[in-house]
C-alpha cells in the first residue's frame, strides 16, 4: 500500500530563513573544534611534530564552551547582526592563537581565514563581511608585525616550515599582501553571488505575500457569491419538490421524466454551491475560541452515520465501527463536515456489496479517525492531486457521475484549524485508507 503525506508548501520568512543559516553555522563550529584537536594531536603524537599541545587545546575548549553558549541561544537574537559579528570575531581570536602557535606569519593555518569571509557573505551584507575581512587582516599584520619585533614570541613548526620568514619584512607584506586580496577578493565573489540569491528570496517572499493576498481576495469573492446563490437555489429546489409531490396538481408524464432531471441538476448545483461555502470559509476563517466545545467523537461518527443510513442501506454495505469515548476541543460543525465527507467518499466510491469500518480512537496525545472502504481505490496518477480543488480520478468519474471535486479541500483545510494532518494508503480496486490525526490540546487558549 502507498502512503501518502499531504505537505505545505511555505516560503520562510527572510528572518527564519536567516536564523537556520545562524543554526548551520553553529553546527559546523561543533565540526571546527574537532578538528582543533585532530589537526594538533594527531600530527603531534603520530608524526612526533613539535607543536604546544597544551595552548592549542584551550583554543579548542574556549571554541567549545563559546559553541554552547551559542547553541543555548534562542529566538530573535541569534538574526541579530552583531551577533554573526560576535560569532565571526569569537572565531577569529581562536584562530589567531592558533596561527600564532604554529608559525604566525608564516603558519598554513592562515588559509583557514578563508572560510570566515565565505560564511560572513552567507550572514551578512557585503559592508560587513569586507569589515569583518579587514578585521582579520588587522589581527594577521598585528600578529607579524609583534612577533617579528620580538614582543611575543615566535613558535614555528620547525620539521616542516621554514622559520626564518617572520623576520623578513618582505616576506610579511608579500604574504600580507596576498591575504588581503584572496580575503577580499573571496568577499567580492561570495557577496556577489549570495547578494543575487538573498535578492531572489526577498522578491519571492513578496510575490508569495501577494499571491496569498490575490488568493484570498479569490476565496472572499466566491463566499460572497455562494452565499447569494444558496438561497434562491433552496427556494427553487423546494419549489420544485412541491411540484413533483403534485401540490401544484398532477405532473404530465412526458413532464415527470424531464422535473426529475431539473431536480437533479439543480440538486448538483445546491450540492455544488455549499461546498464551495464550505471551501471558502474553510480556508478564510479561522474558528474563534468560543466556538470551540468538548467535541465527543463517538457521538458525532453515530450521528453522521444515521444520516447516512439509507446510502449505506441501498448499497448493502457491511459497515463496521470500531469507536473509543475520545473527546476533542473543537467546532462541533467542523468535526461534522470532516466526517460527513470522508464517510460519504467512501460509501460513494465503494460497489454494492462492499464495506466500509470507522476507527475512531485516542493514540498517545493525539485523536486518530480512520475512514476505511473496499472500493476503487485511487489510482497511481491521481493521488498527488486528490486535495486539490475540482480535482476527480477518472475511475471516480465513471462510478459517481456527479461530484464537486470539494470534499477532500474542505477536509484538508479543516483539519489544518486543529494543526492536525490528513494521509491515506490506497489500492487500486481493492480499497482506501484516510486517517486524520488531531493534535489533542486546548485550542480556545491558543
Ligand atoms: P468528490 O468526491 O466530489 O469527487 P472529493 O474531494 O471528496 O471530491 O474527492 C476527490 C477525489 O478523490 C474523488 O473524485 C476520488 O477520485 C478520490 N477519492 C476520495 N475518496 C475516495 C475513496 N474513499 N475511494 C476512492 N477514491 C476516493
Not at 465501527?321 to 473543537?330: C, G, I, N, P, Q
Request: aromatic fraction near 10%; include cysteine; hydrophobic fraction near 45%.
Amino acid at each position: 500500500m502507498e502512503k501518502h503525506l499531504e505537505k505545505d508548501l511555505r516560503v520562510l520568512p527572510l528572518e527564519k530563513e536567516l536564523e537556520g543559516r545562524v543554526r548551520w553555522f553553529i553546527r559546523l563550529r561543533w565540526l571546527a573544534v574537532l578538528g582543533i584537536f585532530a589537526f594538533s594531536w594527531i600530527p603531534a603524537r603520530v608524526f612526533g611534530i613539535s607543536l604546544p599541545l597544551f595552548q592549542i587545546s584551550c583554543v579548542g575548549l574556549g571554541v567549545l564552551f563559546l559553541n554552547i553558549f551559542y547553541s543555548f541561544l534562542r529566538g530573535p537574537v541569534l538574526t541579530k547582526e552583531w551577533f554573526a559579528h560576535l560569532q565571526v570575531g569569537g572565531d577569529w581570536l581562536g584562530l589567531i592563537f592558533i596561527v600564532h602557535y604554529t608559525g604566525g606569519i608564516e603558519s598554513p593555518v592562515l588559509y583557514y581565514f578563508i572560510f570566515h569571509v565565505i560564511i560572513s557573505a552567507v550572514l551578512l551584507p557585503r559592508r560587513a563581511c569586507f569589515l569583518d575581512a579587514t578585521l582579520a587582516l588587522i589581527m594577521i599584520a598585528c600578529l607579524a608585525v609583534l612577533e617579528a619585533a620580538g614582543v611575543i614570541p615566535h613558535m614555528p613548526i620547525k620539521e616542516f616550515f621554514p622559520w626564518y620568514l617572520y623576520r623578513h619584512p618582505w616576506f610579511i607584506l608579500g604574504e600580507l599582501f596576498f591575504l588581503a586580496t584572496t580575503f577580499y577578493g573571496a568577499a567580492y565573489l561570495a557577496t556577489s553571488v549570495t547578494q543575487i540569491l538573498k535578492k531572489r528570496e526577498a522578491e519571492l517572499v513578496v510575490a508569495h505575500e501577494r499571491l496569498q493576498k490575490m488568493d484570498r481576495a479569490k476565496d472572499e469573492f466566491v463566499l460572497k457569491v455562494t452565499h447569494e446563490l444558496r438561497a434562491p437555489l433552496s427556494a427553487i429546489e423546494s419549489l420544485l419538490r412541491t411540484v413533483e409531490e403534485g401540490y401544484a396538481g398532477q405532473v404530465p408524464e412526458a413532464l415527470s421524466d424531464i422535473l426529475g432531471r431539473i431536480m437533479r441538476r439543480t440538486g448538483f448545483l445546491l450540492q455544488l454551491v455549499n461546498d464551495l461555502l464550505d471551501f471558502a470559509s474553510g480556508k478564510l476563517e479561522k474558528p474563534k475560541k468560543e466556538e470551540y466545545e468538548e467535541v465527543n467523537m463517538e457521538e458525532s461518527i453515530k450521528n453522521i452515520l444515521s444520516l447516512m443510513h439509507s446510502k449505506i442501506e441501498g448499497k448493502r454495505l457491511k459497515l463496521s465501527v470500531d469507536s473509543e469515548h475520545v473527546t476533542l476541543r473543537a467546532v462541533p460543525t467542523e468535526i461534522d463536515l470532516i466526517l460527513t465527507n470522508l464517510i460519504d467518499n467512501a460509501i460513494k466510491y465503494t460497489p454494492e456489496g462492499g464495506s466500509v469500518g470507522i476507527i475512531n480512537k485516542r493514540v498517545g496525545r493525539q485523536v486518530m479517525l480512520e475512514v476505511r472502504d473496499t472500493g476503487l481505490g485511487i489510482p497511481e496518477e491521481a493521488r498527488p492531486h486528490i486535495f486539490e480543488e475540482f480535482y476527480r480520478a477518472e475511475n471516480a468519474k465513471t462510478l459517481e457521475k456527479e461530484g464537486t471535486g470539494l470534499g477532500l479541500a474542505i477536509v484538508r483545510n479543516l483539519v489544518r484549524h486543529y494543526e492536525g494532518e490528513i494521509s491515506f494508503r490506497s489500492e487500486l480496486n481493492k480499497g482506501t485508507v484516510f486517517t486524520v490525526r488531531f493534535p489533542i490540546k486546548d485550542y480556545s487558549r491558543t
